[in-house]
């Protein structure tokens, strides 16, 4: 038999294969993590820029986000702010389902907390609503509200002209 292109099976690259393997077992996180910051982000009601800048970082540094693209988590996170806009109560409702699977996954939940952490600086100002939003996380996460620990301690406060603790 001559060897055609129908009659053989093609090779396939292993580093592909890992990548949707990986890419694969990671979207549930990925989705929960793009969620729980998008909450976070909402909870002022307004997205900055900032937030939007810190929240690629986050997701760049994260080694289980690596098998999506810059415009996936880009994508991701600006259609769970949108429906949070839109609708609040709704929005936050479909980000709380995406953090459903990790709730009795500690060490999961425990990245995706200290990823929102980051996030509630981000443009500025630790506004009361996120550290209320942050503390529900932990809890629908099955964590502690504040961890044994105050959630923004090594955050320092300084005179802002609207009385808003701003971190440094």
């Known amino acids: 038999m001559s060897e055609t292109r129908f009659g053989r099976r093609p090779k396939l690259n292993p580093a592909f294969v890992a990548t949707d393997i990986e890419r694969a077992h990671n979207t549930e996180f990925m989705e929960a993590v793009v969620a729980a910051c998008a909450i976070i982000s909402c909870a002022d009601g307004e997205v900055a ?3 939007r800048r810190r929240f690629l970082t986050l997701a760049r540094s994260e080694p289980r986000l690596s098998a ?3 415009e996936e988590l880009a994508e991701e996170f600006a259609a769970h702010t949108a ?3 839109m609708d609040p109560e709704m929005g936050c409702e479909m980000a709380f389902e995406k953090l459903a699977p990790f ?4 060490r999961e939940a425990h990245v995706i907390i200290e990823t929102c952490r ?3 600086p981000a443009d500025g100002v630790v506004h009361p609503a996120e550290q209320r939003a942050f503390s529900k ?3 629908n996460l099955g964590l502690e509200p504040d961890g044994g620990a105050p959630a923004f301690a090594m955050q320092r406060e300084r005179h802002n ?3 808003l603790p701003v971190a440094i």
């Open 83 to 85: 429906t949070i806009e």
């Open 118 to 120: 980051h996030m509630i």
């Open 68 to 70: 999506f693209s810059f």
């Open 137 to 139: 996380l932990r809890v």
């Open 103 to 106: 709730r009795n996954r500690r």
């Open 49 to 51: 820029r900032a937030e």
């Open 161 to 163: 002209p609207r009385h």
